[in-house]
């Protein structure tokens, strides 16, 4: 049996969602922001950030396999589906629910700065530093997180726990 305990409630999550959209509206003004979500853990995220961006932004996903099944990653990244938009000359944010290894958007990044976009930046909402295999700029971070795996807010364990509003760590019992 799992027992989840809560790391950042929500009403934090909410305020720092308010500032986070404040300092990329703040960058972006004038601009036509594309907006790439990485699936499937960060639409909760992306939905919450472009509407208090509040700006004229688009967005598009994109899907890559890092984590199998549990906890445990293969290490390498595929694209599973890439992004319907032409990004060419787009201003481009990338937006991750989690880094943790670094591998997933050191991959995307590359790949997506081959199509020539006008700027190419990263927000992610959590970042867990202690797991990171390569390094990666991150230029908007939510929250700094423990070297634990946590689920909520987009993060799932094998599908569960997507729904959970608060960001929890999964304590395992015996
Ligand atoms: P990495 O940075 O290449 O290790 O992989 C990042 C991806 O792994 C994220 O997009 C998540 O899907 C997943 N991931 C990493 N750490 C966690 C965690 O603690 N909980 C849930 N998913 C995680």
Same mark, same amino acid.
């Given at each position: 049996?799992?027992? @989840?305990k *809560?790391i ?7 305020? =720092?969602?308010?500032? $986070?959209?404040?300092?990329i509206?703040?960058? /972006?003004k004038?601009? !036509?922001?594309? +907006? ?8 909760v995220?992306?939905?919450? +950030?472009? &509407?208090?961006m !509040?700006?004229?932004?688009e967005? %598009?996903?994109? &899907? @890559? ?6 906890k445990?990653?293969?290490?390498? #990244?595929k $694209?599973?589906?890439d *992004? ?5 000359? &787009?201003?481009v +944010?990338?937006?991750?629910d #989690?880094?943790? &290894?670094? +591998?997933? *958007? =050191?991959f $995307? $990044? %590359? /790949? ?5 976009p006008a700027?190419l ?5 959590? %970042?867990?530093?202690?797991g =990171? ?6 230029? /908007?971070?939510g ?9 909520? /807010?987009?993060l %799932?364990?094998?599908?569960?726990f =997507?729904?959970?509003p608060?960001l929890?760590?999964?304590?395992e019992? !015996?």
């Amino acid at each position: 049996m799992d027992k @989840l305990k *809560v790391i950042i409630p929500k009403e934090e999550i909410a305020q =720092r969602l308010t500032e $986070l959209a404040a300092e990329i509206r703040k960058d /972006y003004k004038g601009e !036509n922001p594309l +907006l790439i979500g990485v699936l499937k853990g960060s639409f909760v995220f992306m939905s919450d +950030l472009i &509407r208090a961006m !509040n700006i004229p932004a688009e967005m %598009d996903f994109v &899907r @890559l396999s890092s984590y199998g099944a549990g906890k445990e990653s293969s290490g390498k #990244i595929k $694209l599973i589906k890439d *992004v319907e938009i032409p990004i060419k000359d &787009r201003h481009v +944010l990338v937006v991750e629910d #989690i880094v943790d &290894r670094g +591998l997933t *958007v =050191r991959f $995307l $990044l %590359d /790949y997506l700065s081959f199509r020539k976009p006008a700027s190419l930046k990263l927000c992610a909402m959590f %970042d867990k530093p202690s797991g =990171r295999k390569v390094e990666v700029p991150i230029d /908007y971070v939510g929250f700094t997180v423990p070297d634990a795996f946590v689920v909520g /807010y987009g993060l %799932d364990l094998d599908e569960k726990f =997507r729904y959970l509003p608060d960001l929890c760590i999964l304590e395992e019992q !015996n």
